[in-house]
């Protein structure tokens, strides 16, 4: 069954989405994924050049899964804020341990429209939050981000994807549609919100267009396609 696209990218349908998916997400995702998506996540870390003792907005920050990452590379001097729009991530990014240890400034706020001064980060970031946003959406986030970073500032972000070869294409997303919703069932979630992921997964195809949406706002962007295109990633930085 496939929901219609502007219920899909309505906000709080994802809210809600991301609501109910909050309990199980840390733990499907890990086991889901095989590990890959700290790898992918790792890469786009590594993709913004952070700098030690930078502030950096990690936008749609789930449950902090790149924080620890984060806090590697700009260390103890830097400062995290995370965005996130779902009470339910936030809520259990507040037992994150990087939250408890006060490494990191949480927000619920809608990434897209977020409370942040003109110019006030060096960096921003967000793993696997782009699929879930329309094309008129990701406009509104690349404004954004061009918005709060400082000049020089950096940006990555990473999302999975549809990888071009059919070979690799029919098992990706035989797994994504059958396979996540199994473990997911497993790990005591709703198989239903995990199925979403294949639907939302196809509509984005990969980071193409956002990365089309980051030029026409004035940023400095390259475009990353991760194992054959499982993952793609976008980088650059505001002149
Ligand atoms: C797939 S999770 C990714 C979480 C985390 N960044 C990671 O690497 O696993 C996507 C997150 O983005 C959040 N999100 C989606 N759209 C958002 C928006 N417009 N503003 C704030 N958060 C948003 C969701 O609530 C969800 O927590």
Not at 95 to 102: I, L, V, Y
Not at 210 to 218: D, L, T, V
């Amino acid at each position: 069954m496939q929901t219609a696209p502007e219920t899909l990218y309505d906000s709080a349908y994802v809210q809600k989405l991301f609501n109910e998916m909050s309990a199980t997400y840390g733990w499907v995702n890990l086991l889901s994924s095989f590990g890959f998506t700290w790898w992918w996540r790792r890469q786009c870390i590594r993709l913004a050049k952070l700098q030690h003792g930078a502030r950096v907005g990690d936008f749609m920050s789930g449950q902090g899964e790149t924080w620890h990452q984060i806090h590697k590379a700009i260390g103890a001097h830097g400062q995290i804020i995370g965005f996130d729009f779902s009470s339910g991530m936030v809520t259990l990014s507040a037992q994150n341990p990087m939250t408890r240890r006060g490494k990191v400034h949480i927000s619920q706020q809608n990434a897209l429209h977020t409370a942040l001064a003109n110019d006030s980060l060096d960096a921003v970031v967000a793993g696997f939050g782009l699929k879930t946003l329309s094309e008129h959406q990701m406009r509104s986030l690349a404004q954004e981000v061009r918005r709060v970073l400082k000049p020089g500032g950096t940006f990555s972000l990473v999302e999975i994807s549809t990888p071009a070869s059919k070979l690799l294409l029919w098992p990706y997303m035989f797994y994504l549609r059958y396979c996540i919703p199994i473990i997911g069932k497993l790990c005591l979630g709703n198989p239903d919100n995990y199925r979403f992921l294949a639907q939302y997964t196809q509509l984005f195809q990969n980071a193409r267009r956002a990365q089309s949406a980051f030029q026409a706002a004035g940023l400095h962007t390259h475009y990353a396609e991760l194992i054959f295109g499982c993952a793609s990633a976008i980088y650059g930085y505001k002149e």
